[in-house]
């Protein structure tokens, strides 16, 4: 496709149950980014890669998100154990970065994930 | 840190003219503009880098002042179109991580 995809759209879960969120970047894109949007708040930066690299997890809220990129393409994110404060929108990112490391960002519509 | 924006809400007539800014502690290579209308995804805007360049799109149009570490953004002769909420995107050097903005929500009326 022609954009970034993002699958599931929508994920409830319980509290408890292992979840996990796909992002398939538009092609030759080398940056891939992870952002979490709860409802009515800004964009928290949780983690980038670079190639399959990943340089910065700052953003990760605890050590029950993790995230892998394969191929240069495809990442999952994964959140292990979900609690209701996990409950948010999922927005994944592209970007070429050919220009000076300026490239701009390409959204995905996002995953919703509600965990009851 | 993530960047403070400022109003964090304005609210226009059609035809209007708006300023949103942008600051930051930390030294910039670059700013990003998106605009996201609710339920949708953030859509990219422009980008300002460290030397002055500026982008426009539309009637809106940006500046990026590497002393004081802000950026602003000018909305002229606003639309209804342009109601959403924008965010400006900031990039230090060596390294490309994108930390956005605490978001400012522009509602325009006819």
């Known amino acids: 496709g022609a954009g970034v995809s993002q699958s599931p759209s929508n994920k409830v879960t319980e509290k408890g149950k292992d979840v996990e969120l796909r992002c398939d970047p538009i092609s030759g894109h080398t940056a891939l980014y992870w952002y979490r949007q709860s409802l009515g708040q800004g964009l928290e930066f949780l983690i980038y890669?670079?190639?399959?690299?990943?340089?910065?997890k700052s953003g990760l809220p605890s050590d029950r998100f993790s995230a892998e990129r394969t191929g240069g393409s495809v990442s999952t994110l994964t959140i292990q154990r979900t609690q209701q404060e996990d409950s948010a929108v999922y927005l994944c990112a592209s970007s070429s970065l050919g220009q000076g490391r300026a490239g701009e960002l390409f959204f995905g519509e996002g995953s919703r994930l509600t965990v009851l | 840190q993530q960047p403070v924006q400022s109003p964090q809400a304005v609210i226009l007539r059609e035809g209007e003219d708006a300023v949103i800014n942008c600051s930051s502690s930390k030294a910039l290579y670059s700013v990003h503009w998106y605009r996201q209308k609710h339920g949708e995804a953030p859509v990219f805007l422009m980008i300002?880098?460290?030397?002055?360049e500026q982008k426009g799109h539309e009637k809106i149009s940006a500046s990026f002042n590497e002393k004081k570490q802000q950026s602003s953004l000018y909305l002229t002769a606003s639309q209804l179109s342009y109601s959403g909420t924008y965010f400006c995107g900031l990039r230090s050097y060596n390294t490309d991580k994108l930390i956005f903005g605490t978001g400012t929500r522009l509602q325009v009326f006819p």
């Open positions: 890669f670079q190639g399959n690299s990943a340089p910065d």
């Open positions: 300002l880098l460290k030397g002055g």
